[in-house]
């Protein structure tokens, strides 16, 4: 069955140049044959009401010459399309399904049957609805009447002496497909061949959804993607490792200037250790950190994602106030709002002492995460608000179930608007204050960091001060 | 006059360094490679200073033959970054590391905190794993993790002061002795930081299992570190 199905794909034209005009040309076929075919079906049948409408007259002669003729037995003969065939006498019973009806033609009265093999659709209207019409027009409205039936009938009339008439019409009272039957089979064969269509559609359109929609690993599109699905994705697959390469060139270039600049500046560090002036010493250490800081930020944030850490589980409000502790421990100004913690005393009864009953919210803030790399981050944070704002204020947030958040304020001038979405860009300094020192590393750093960890920065002006809003993922994916 | 044993490929870093040295009251011996900083033996050396890359066999090879016959204190320097190194380094029997550029003072501060330890002759260098009722100490990745496997984030005195007393356990250490390894200062005797780091990391402790009550007060004596400790691969 499967190698089957895959023979059949294989006869498939594989691009989509080839594709396309087939499906619009099996789809123009489809709708040709079923239209016409339905269009063929109803014309006959309007065409067989027509002859029947019109044939009253032949119909009439029959009768006429028959009852005119008595003793005749046996004769036959036919007129227009009615075949008839006199017997004497009934020689069967009639099927069961048979109208009995009184025939008025002018004077004479005859009684007549009309026979069907199955129950006819629309008895009623075999019966006659003007009273004084003429022998050929309630003749003819009798034989439109019966082919309306849609079914194989004879009419038998019983002449004088016993003599019984049989009419048959072979191209009119015939079996065929009734009017609803043929809309409704042309409606549902339609819906099929466009739900079909749609399908071979969707079929042509998976490969490129399947390229837009993947990320990362390069999975092959499915083996009925077409030619230029296939094109494509190797064009994106090479674009992709292209800009890997260039990445990586680029990366490892940076990281060769700012590890080649640490043996010089090692040497400048002694140096300036071994000068005897204080104050020349005190400038010159203060150029030679800024300088070590930007070359450890741009180490830092060039390898970020690739130093190796484990994934512990921690408690994000223990980890901050750890961090905060070390702020505190060198007399920063730096204060740590913990989730609250809710206490609840059961109450003592007579059989049991009150034991303290502790329901911990979420205060502890738990996630899995990279801890020392985390660290990181928030003291990045911390440094910022320091160095802006004097003092910064920290607080973890139990968020959703999966996120946690983590304020960090200070009281500084925060933020032109104009710079809050340029922030995180390297080497750019929100606060615009040219006196600032330092370059914005640490926020590149920080966000780096977050993204790692599945979550984001946020940058909002309050008040006073300026608000960073770190977001993590409680569990994010380990990192690849 | 404490000698130093410096084995760094740069000449001029090693000069400087050495001059620096000197100023500060070391008597400095300078090796170009690990081979000839091999050649000069063990003997009379009071410490080491490697750097990591360095023509020839590096300086964790270096590292390595030192530490199979003495326990001498080494400080290895290297330009790498991350921790990968690091703990590599000090897994090998370093005692600290410092990525360049470092900063002189903060090479002679730690310089000085080793070479007051190696004073102390007071048993073998903590290094590796230490575990205790379901705790472990990963002193390699500086970390705490907790029995039910949870990293417990200590700040930097903390840490500190659970290695100064597991290191001594089952001694205990004295008040003076926590102010001058951690604080680097002598404690007044209305001084309190030692008492509130010490109820700071019990309240750590605690605060994971309820129960686990490690760090004991002996009166006069300081604070002990109670429990089985076991050596961990």
Same mark, same amino acid.
């Given at each position: 069955?499967?190698?089957?199905?895959?023979?059949?794909?294989? &006869?498939?034209?594989?691009?989509?140049?080839q594709?396309?005009?087939?499906?619009?040309?099996?789809?123009?076929?489809?709708?040709?044959?079923? @239209?016409?075919?339905?269009?063929?079906?109803?014309?006959?049948?309007?065409?067989?009401?027509?002859?029947?409408?019109?044939?009253? *007259?032949?119909?009439?002669?029959i009768?006429?010459?028959?009852? /005119?003729?008595?003793?005749?037995?046996?004769?036959?003969?036919?007129?227009?399309?009615?075949?008839?065939?006199?017997?004497?006498?009934?020689?069967?019973?009639?099927?069961?399904?048979?109208?009995?009806?009184?025939? *008025?033609?002018?004077?004479?009265?005859?009684?007549?049957?009309?026979?069907?093999?199955?129950?006819?659709?629309?008895?009623?209207?075999?019966?006659s609805?003007?009273?004084?019409?003429?022998?050929?027009?309630?003749?003819?409205?009798?034989?439109?009447?019966?082919?309306?039936?849609?079914q194989?009938?004879?009419?038998?009339?019983?002449?004088?002496?016993?003599?019984?008439?049989?009419?048959?019409?072979?191209?009119?009272?015939?079996?065929?497909?009734?009017?609803?039957?043929?809309?409704?089979?042309?409606?549902?064969?339609?819906?099929?061949?466009? @739900?079909?269509?749609?399908?071979?559609?969707?079929n042509?359109?998976a490969?490129?959804?399947?390229?837009?929609?993947r990320?990362?690993?390069?999975?092959?599109p499915?083996?009925?993607?077409?030619?230029?699905?296939?094109?494509?994705g190797?064009?994106?697959?090479?674009?992709?490792?292209?800009?890997?390469?260039?990445?990586?060139?680029?990366?490892?270039?940076?990281a060769?200037?700012?590890?080649?600049?640490?043996?010089?500046?090692?040497? $400048?560090?002694?140096?300036?250790?071994?000068?005897?002036?204080?104050?020349?010493?005190?400038?010159f250490?203060?150029?030679?950190?800024?300088?070590?800081?930007?070359?450890?930020?741009?180490?830092?944030?060039?390898?970020?994602?690739?130093?190796?850490?484990?994934?512990?589980?921690?408690?994000?409000?223990?980890?901050?106030? @750890?961090?905060v502790?070390?702020?505190?421990?060198?007399?920063?100004?730096?204060?740590?709002?913990?989730?609250?913690?809710?206490?609840?005393?059961?109450?003592?009864?007579?059989?049991?002492?009150?034991?303290?009953?502790?329901?911990?919210?979420?205060?502890?803030?738990?996630?899995?995460?990279?801890?020392?790399?985390?660290?990181?981050?928030?003291?990045?944070?911390?440094?910022?608000?320091?160095?802006?704002?004097?003092?910064?204020?920290?607080?973890? !947030?139990?968020?959703?179930?999966d996120?946690?958040?983590?304020?960090?304020?200070?009281?500084?001038?925060?933020?032109?608007?104009?710079? $809050?979405?340029?922030?995180l860009?390297?080497?750019?300094?929100?606060?615009?204050?040219?006196a600032?020192?330092?370059?914005? &590393?640490?926020?590149?750093?920080?966000?780096?960091?977050?993204? &790692?960890?599945?979550?984001?920065?946020?940058?909002?002006?309050?008040?006073?001060?300026?608000l960073?809003?770190?977001?993590?993922?409680?569990?994010? /994916?380990?990192?690849? | 006059?404490?000698?130093?044993?410096?084995?760094?490929?740069?000449?001029?870093?090693?000069?400087?360094?050495?001059?620096?040295?000197?100023?500060?009251?070391?008597?400095?011996?300078?090796?170009?490679?690990?081979?000839?900083?091999?050649?000069?033996?063990?003997?009379?050396?009071?410490?080491?200073?490697?750097?990591?890359?360095?023509?020839?066999?590096?300086?964790?090879?270096?590292?390595?033959?030192v530490?199979?016959?003495?326990?001498?204190?080494?400080?290895?320097?290297?330009?790498?970054k991350?921790?990968?190194?690091?703990?590599h380094?000090?897994?090998?029997?370093?005692?600290?590391?410092?990525?360049?550029?470092?900063?002189?003072r *903060?090479?002679?501060?730690?310089?000085?905190?080793?070479?007051?330890r190696?004073?102390?002759?007071?048993?073998?260098?903590?290094?590796?794993? !230490?575990?205790?009722?379901?705790?472990?100490l990963?002193?390699?990745?500086?970390?705490?993790?907790?029995?039910?496997?949870?990293?417990?984030?200590l700040?930097?005195?903390?840490?500190?002061?659970?290695?100064?007393?597991?290191?001594?356990?089952?001694?205990p250490? @004295?008040?003076?002795?926590?102010?001058?390894?951690?604080?680097?200062?002598e404690?007044?005797?209305?001084?309190?930081?030692?008492?509130?780091l010490?109820s700071?990391?019990?309240?750590?402790?605690?605060?994971v299992?309820?129960?686990?009550?490690?760090?004991?007060?002996v009166?006069?004596?300081?604070?002990?570190?109670?429990?089985?400790?076991?050596?961990?691969?």
């Amino acid at each position: 069955m499967n190698a089957a199905l895959s023979r059949l794909v294989t &006869l498939l034209p594989q691009t989509l140049a080839q594709r396309l005009p087939l499906l619009v040309i099996v789809a123009y076929l489809a709708g040709a044959v079923i @239209s016409g075919w339905s269009v063929y079906v109803l014309y006959k049948r309007s065409s067989a009401l027509n002859e029947a409408e019109t044939s009253g *007259e032949s119909l009439g002669e029959i009768i006429r010459s028959a009852s /005119g003729q008595p003793g005749q037995v046996p004769g036959t003969g036919s007129n227009g399309p009615y075949v008839f065939k006199r017997l004497a006498g009934l020689p069967e019973a009639l099927s069961e399904h048979t109208i009995p009806l009184i025939l *008025e033609l002018g004077d004479e009265r005859f009684r007549t049957a009309i026979s069907f093999a199955q129950p006819p659709r629309l008895p009623q209207a075999l019966r006659s609805e003007a009273v004084s019409a003429s022998p050929s027009a309630r003749l003819s409205e009798l034989s439109k009447a019966i082919a309306r039936q849609d079914q194989d009938a004879q009419l038998v009339i019983f002449l004088r002496e016993n003599d019984v008439l049989f009419v048959r019409a072979p191209r009119l009272w015939q079996d065929r497909l009734s009017q609803t039957t043929v809309a409704l089979s042309g409606a549902i064969v339609f819906a099929l061949g466009l @739900s079909a269509c749609l399908l071979l559609a969707v079929n042509l359109a998976a490969p490129f959804q399947h390229l837009a929609n993947r990320r990362g690993s390069s999975r092959r599109p499915g083996r009925f993607a077409s030619t230029e699905a296939l094109l494509v994705g190797d064009k994106i697959d090479h674009l992709a490792e292209q800009f890997h390469i260039e990445q990586d060139k680029k990366s490892r270039g940076l990281a060769a200037i700012s590890h080649d600049l640490r043996t010089p500046v090692t040497r $400048l560090r002694l140096r300036t250790e071994l000068l005897k002036d204080a104050e020349v010493r005190t400038r010159f250490e203060a150029d030679l950190d800024e300088v070590t800081g930007i070359i450890d930020g741009a180490l830092d944030l060039l390898s970020i994602g690739a130093q190796a850490e484990e994934r512990f589980r921690f408690s994000l409000a223990g980890l901050l106030e @750890s961090l905060v502790s070390d702020y505190q421990d060198v007399g920063k100004k730096v204060e740590l709002v913990a989730p609250g913690e809710i206490e609840l005393r059961s109450a003592s009864s007579i059989f049991t002492a009150s034991a303290d009953v502790m329901v911990r919210s979420d205060n502890q803030c738990l996630m899995t995460g990279q801890p020392d790399k985390l660290r990181r981050a928030f003291s990045n944070l911390i440094d910022n608000a320091l160095k802006y704002g004097g003092r910064a204020v920290v607080e973890v !947030v139990p968020f959703t179930n999966d996120a946690l958040k983590v304020n960090v304020r200070d009281f500084g001038p925060g933020i032109g608007p104009d710079q $809050l979405d340029r922030v995180l860009l390297p080497f750019v300094r929100g606060h615009g204050s040219p006196a600032g020192r330092g370059v914005g &590393l640490g926020l590149s750093i920080a966000s780096e960091i977050l993204a &790692l960890h599945g979550g984001h920065l946020e940058f909002t002006n309050m008040e006073t001060g300026l608000l960073v809003t770190a977001h993590i993922a409680r569990e994010s /994916g380990p990192i690849d | 006059m404490p000698r130093i044993h410096i084995v760094e490929d740069d000449a001029e870093i090693s000069a400087l360094l050495s001059t620096y040295l000197e100023t500060r009251g070391f008597d400095c011996v300078v090796s170009g490679s690990a081979e000839n900083g091999m050649a000069k033996g063990l003997d009379g050396f009071d410490l080491f200073i490697v750097d990591i890359m360095l023509p020839g066999q590096d300086g964790l090879y270096f590292c390595q033959w030192v530490r199979k016959t003495s326990a001498v204190p080494l400080i290895i320097l290297s330009a790498e970054k991350g921790d990968a190194k690091r703990i590599h380094g000090i897994e090998l029997g370093a005692d600290d590391y410092l990525e360049k550029p470092f900063n002189p003072r *903060e090479l002679l501060a730690r310089m000085n905190a080793l070479l007051r330890r190696a004073g102390d002759k007071r048993g073998a260098r903590l290094c590796g794993k !230490v575990g205790f009722a379901g705790w472990v100490l990963d002193l390699s990745n500086q970390k705490l993790h907790s029995p039910n496997d949870m990293h417990v984030p200590l700040s930097s005195t903390e840490y500190q002061l659970i290695v100064e007393l597991i290191g001594a356990s089952p001694d205990p250490v @004295s008040r003076e002795e926590i102010g001058r390894r951690i604080f680097h200062m002598e404690l007044g005797p209305e001084d309190r930081r030692v008492d509130i780091l010490v109820s700071r990391l019990r309240k750590k402790i605690s605060g994971v299992v309820a129960s686990a009550d490690f760090i004991k007060t002996v009166r006069n004596r300081g604070y002990l570190f109670a429990a089985e400790l076991r050596k961990l691969s």
